[in-house]
């Protein structure tokens, strides 16, 4: 009876080990790569909704997490719930490494979302009053590219030799108009405080202007040139930038295709970057 117990158990095992090795062997399992990329809803996620297909072709399946805020994603990122975030621009995503300490390498630049001036009260910059209050991001890595518009358009100066990517509202040199600067919201609150006419003007980030029904070149009072050096990446931990499916990523970002897409479905509110 042990003998013949004994026997039965052997076969079981020896069926379930084949039985496994016919699965491998017949492709029961998927070669398909997942690659988990985590965006802003508008106009990042929406991007890479297009991508998906093109990844698909190369054996990769793109998975899209979504976020409300700037924070999360490089927390995700760091943890390793994410592979990649594409969300921020150059000059926060220093900031970010350098305050947190985090180990992350830039895969390759893809837009830029000019950021621009909105009021429900004045048509133009010219016609704001002398102290007017202008609302802007808590971001401060946001503060110098605010700046900088700001005195393109003549309103303000900055210091001589600052570097305008860190410039803070200590670095205003002359402000003819005793423009007033409130700096406490969160981003994503700013086209609230537009619809609902606080302070004199608003300025917001393209990204979350679009996600407000807003359009940027039509809506704005002023906007930044198309030239802008804060050009949104896609962000890894480092090492990972020379991943397969890192750069299929970037690659299919920066196809014809995806750009033209890009162009067509955001009129140059969202300028498409091959560097």
Known sequence: MKKWVAGVIAATSIFGLAACGSDSESGGGSDEKELVVGASNIPHAEILEQVKPLLEEKGIDLEIETYQ???LPNKDLDNGDIDANYFQHVPYLESQKAE??????????????????YSK???????????ATILMSNSVADHGRILTLLEEK????LN???????????????NPKK???DYEYEAALLPQLYENEEGDAVLINSNYAIDAGLNPLKDSIAIEDSNS????????????????EVKALVE???????????????DGSVVPVTE
């Open 160 to 174: 001589d030799g600052v570097d305008k990517t860190k410039a803070t509202l200590e670095d205003i040199k002359e």
């Open 154 to 157: 003549g309103l303000i100066t």
């Open 229 to 244: 050096p804060y050009v949104n990446v896609i962000a890894v931990n480092k090492g990972d930038e020379n991943k397969e």
């Open 252 to 266: 299919a970002l920066r196809s014809k295709e995806i750009q033209d897409f890009i162009k067509e479905e955001w």
């Open 69 to 71: 805020d700037y924070i």
């Open 121 to 131: 009260k004045y048509k133009s910059l010219e016609d704001l009053p002398e102290g």
């Open 179 to 181: 423009l007033k600067f």
């Open 100 to 117: 947190h300490g985090y180990d992350f390498e830039n895969a390759g630049g893809i837009h830029i979302e000019p950021i621009g001036v």
